[in-house]
């Protein structure tokens, strides 16, 4: 049954899991938060790819 629904509508989890896998590599290097927000605004600046340097910062 899953392939004949592959078949009709080719979408996968793929990137769903690959998300999961960064944020699991992520939490694994961070050793730990204090707290949920923490881990949150890391997750968040990752996958934004944003830097933490102030405006008019070379």
Do not use: H, W
């Amino acid at each position: 049954m899953g392939i004949l629904n592959y078949i009709c509508y080719p979408i996968t989890i793929a990137r769903a899991e690959q998300v999961n896998s960064k944020i699991q590599q992520l939490k694994s290097i961070s050793k730990g938060y204090r707290n949920f927000d923490n881990f949150r605004n890391a997750i968040l600046f990752y996958f934004g790819k944003l830097d933490l340097y102030p405006q008019g910062f070379p």
